[in-house]
């Protein structure tokens, strides 16, 4: 392997370990198998197939470990230590783990004691009801209706639809490109797929993605921009304004976006201006504005002493609410499978006055016993005064980690809002160079943090370039997390951290 400049305060000349020197052989044992190769997209690892004549295509990944029980914020495997969550899966169990949520317990079996299906088609139910009610008061209106479903992918899925025949009801039916950002990750379906800009997380299905009707713009990374911010921020919206023109106004549906940047880019926020700028020129074509919040939403991302539910509202920017937004995760802590697509007050007042029906449903769409869930998660937020937490709790995150990883010379850039952090990893400080795909530092990290300080991160990569690179792990502890449960993450990842560069540089 060739050489690569450490930019430690030595400046000495380093070789990096070749990649057969620093893995163990597969053992037996349950360290050896957290430790061992798997896929490089540990955020969303897919098994391979075996062929018939017992050649796979891909290299088969290990075992995961077998867990006896999860309680309060660490997890319990059947043999080894406990593990401290500090990412609830992809930011999902914000309330932790356990038993401990009692009340969203009982409202899920309460509810499956009274109606546990009703067909959205035939009927209404009151947790659906209520459900929709609250989550349109906490956008101060700004929302009319819910669409309730399962999976972000559902949820993206179903804005995207809506954006079409929205505009084919207005007779615009023309209207039929989609405008997203390169290094997005917007779903797991065709179409949600075909939104998202992350190049290997499309690279297998390149084949079938629409390439026709979406588009991508460049997303709004400050840290990756050798640009004065204002001077970037302008190219950004000229960049959307040149692409607007060239598709041509009058035949773009939607422009679709995360607030602030989950998986694909690692709990990176826009800049000031930036969603308002985004707004402007979609209300100005006629172009519905989505915001995609499935990751950084639901109380995620909450800063501010008013502590918003919702990404967006954490800006100070005036209005900048979309015309669409869709939420998962945080939703329902996963206590059961949850999303759902919100629709403007306008669109809702829309499909009123004009007697018009989405033409889209599930079968477990407006599910009861998931609306009793996410109204109990909800209300355990509210009434434990959790959005509070996580603001305070995020703040001391994002302090101490800067505090003691900024300077580390292959940390590039500690960014976030709330209990959503991300560490990005680079070869060279100067230049901001990232590692090669191949070396799967985030995926070091990710692993020597599990094995030897028995802490879970979320790690992914292509953060930094259409090649795949750019190493990012990912920070999202449960609301409830206390200040000591904070500092012991922090300890426990900037010690992964330091040992897996330690073992790579070498003099």
């Known amino acids: 392997m060739g050489q690569l400049l450490s930019t430690s305060s030595s400046s000495r000349r380093s070789h990096l370990l070749p990649s057969s020197a620093s893995k163990a052989p597969l053992g037996k044992t349950e360290a ?18 075996t062929n018939n004549d017992n050649s796979t295509n891909t290299q088969t990944p290990p075992l995961l470990p077998l867990l006896k029980k999860a309680k309060g914020h660490y997890y319990y495997p059947v043999s080894g230590p406990k ?52 989550l349109c008061e906490s956008t101060d209106g700004k929302m009319g209706k819910m669409y309730l479903m399962s999976s972000g992918s559902e949820a993206v899925e179903a804005a995207l639809k809506f ?96 607030p602030i940047v989950g998986a694909a880019l690692g709990c990176v926020p826009p800049l000031p201006g930036y969603l308002s700028g985004i707004k402007s020129f979609c209300h100005t074509h006629g172009i519905l504005l989505i915001y995609d919040e499935v990751m950084c939403g639901m109380g995620r991302t909450a800063t501010s002493p ?6 967006y509202q954490s800006f100070p920017e005036p209005d900048i609410s979309p015309d669409m937004m869709t939420i998962a995760k945080s939703f329902s802590a996963s206590y059961l499978p949850a999303s759902a697509l919100l629709i403007s007050t306008p669109l809702s007042n829309f499909l009123t006055s004009h007697n018009k029906v989405f033409t889209h449903g599930h079968t477990n769409q407006s599910h009861p016993v ?33 505090k003691q990883l900024s300077q580390h010379p292959n940390v590039g850039d500690i960014r976030g809002r709330g209990l959503f952090v991300g560490i990005e990893f680079i070869a060279d400080k100067t230049t901001k160079q990232p590692f090669e795909r191949e070396l799967d530092i985030a995926g070091r990290v990710h692993k020597t943090a599990l094995k030897n300080w028995q802490v879970l991160v979320y790690a992914s990569q292509g953060c930094a370039d259409d090649q795949g690179r750019g190493d990012v792990i990912m920070v999202m502890p449960a609301y409830d997390v206390t200040a000591k449960e904070i500092r012991e993450m922090v300890r426990r990842i900037v010690g992964a951290v330091r040992e897996v560069f330690d073992s790579l540089w070498v003099a």
């Open 163 to 258: 954006a079409l025949e929205y505009h084919a009801w207005n007779g615009q039916p023309e209207r039929v490109n989609i405008i997203s950002r390169s290094h997005s990750y917007h779903g797991t379906t065709i179409g949600s797929l075909s939104a998202s800009g992350h190049t290997t997380r499309r690279q297998p299905f390149t084949s079938v993605l629409n390439r026709t009707n979406f588009h991508h713009l460049p997303p709004c990374n400050p840290y990756r921009s050798p640009l004065p911010r204002e001077e970037y921020l302008s190219s950004l919206l000229t960049s959307l304004e040149s692409l607007i023109t060239t598709i041509s106004p009058s035949t773009i549906a939607a422009l679709i976006l995360e």
């Open 306 to 311: 008013s502590h918003h539910l919702h990404a």
């Open 370 to 402: 998931v609306a009793s869930a996410c109204l109990a998660v909800q209300g355990t937020i509210q009434s434990r005064n959790l959005l509070s937490n996580v603001a305070a709790q995020g703040g001391l995150l994002l302090h101490l980690l800067q």
């Open 32 to 49: 050896d198998i957290l430790l061992s190769d798997s896929s490089s997209e540990l955020s969303h690892p897919f098994p391979t197939e």
């Open 83 to 134: 593990i401290l969550d500090a990412c609830g899966g992809a930011g999902v169990a914000c309330l932790g783990h356990g038993k401990s949520n009692k009340s969203v317990i009982k409202a899920i079996t309460t509810q499956l004691s009274t109606v546990q299906y009703a067909s959205y088609a035939h009927f209404r139910v009151d947790p659906v009801l209520q459900l929709e009610k609250f």
